[in-house]
């Protein structure tokens, strides 16, 4: 008896388990249902609320730009405006500095005139200076040429002079010795002094003239004919008591002698 009870609550179990496993599942496809129409509720509203806020999205998009246009707008009116304020002080800067350099320009042009002309004209005066100079110059230079020609003409003239004299008196050492005897009492009977007193007196004049003095110049200071002279400056020579250098004699000085 224990036995069929046990079944038979066994079984009253399996039944109420089974019925509870189909409530259970009829409750889980409810819920399941319930669960879709949710879904499909909130994708629906999703859908609309998508709309809705594209729509405001694109709504708000639109006038963010028309913004950014207007504000751009604005930035590059303001820009224009002020690139061309700032052109215009640009062009005013520059026409400043243009006319400045100008100014510089004319200036230096001017300056470069007045130092033209201050050369020029201190040119002219120096060349006028110079002119004046090498004149005096020249004429000093053509003054001392013409002193040098006159003192060599008269140099020369006098050289001649000596020459014929000497030449002369090469001739009359030539000659016979009866020819010199008649020569020498023909000068003795014009009054010349002898030989010996000519050469004292010729030596006197040497030695007196310590720069140098040539025949002509003894022969004026002894009155007598320079030609004359020539024998006595020549024994004088020979015995060592002047010298000779070009026309003019000298004295000896003592050591020498």
């Known amino acids: 008896m224990g036995m069929v009870e046990e079944m038979r609550g066994l079984c009253e179990d399996i039944v109420t388990s089974r019925f509870e496993r189909g409530e259970t599942i009829e409750r889980i496809k409810s819920d399941t249902a319930q669960v879709l129409r949710d879904a499909e ?27 950014i246009r207007n504000e751009t707008r604005g930035i590059l009116s303001e820009f224009g405006a002020a690139r061309a304020e700032m052109s215009k002080e640009q062009a005013k800067e520059l026409r400043e500095y243009t006319k400045g350099i100008q100014n510089d320009v004319t200036k230096l042009l001017t300056d470069a005139d ?77 009054g010349v002094p002898e030989l010996g007193a000519l050469k004292a007196k010729v030596l ?33 020579l020979d015995e060592g008591k002047i010298e000779k250098e070009d026309i003019n004699y000298f004295p000896v000085k003592e050591e020498e002698t």
């Open 41 to 67: 509720s909130i994708v629906a509203d999703f859908g609309t609320e998508r709309k809705k806020m594209s729509e405001e999205l694109r709504k708000d998009l639109k006038e963010a730009a028309e913004a």
């Open 204 to 236: 006197e004049v040497i030695r007196s003239s310590p720069g140098g003095i040539s025949l002509t110049g003894i022969g004026l200071k002894l009155d007598v004919e320079w030609r004359k002279l020539i024998m006595p400056a020549r024994d004088l």
């Open 114 to 190: 007045h130092m033209l002309r201050d050369f020029t004209e201190e040119r002219e005066k120096i060349g006028n200076d110079l002119r004046e100079e090498l004149g005096e110059y020249t004429a000093g230079i053509e003054k001392d040429v013409g002193n040098l020609l006159s003192n060599f003409s008269t140099a020369r003239m006098d050289v001649v002079k000596e020459l014929e004299g000497m030449h002369e008196e090469w001739l009359r050492m030539v000659k016979p010795r009866v020819e010199k005897k008649e020569k020498v009492e023909e000068i003795e009977e014009e």
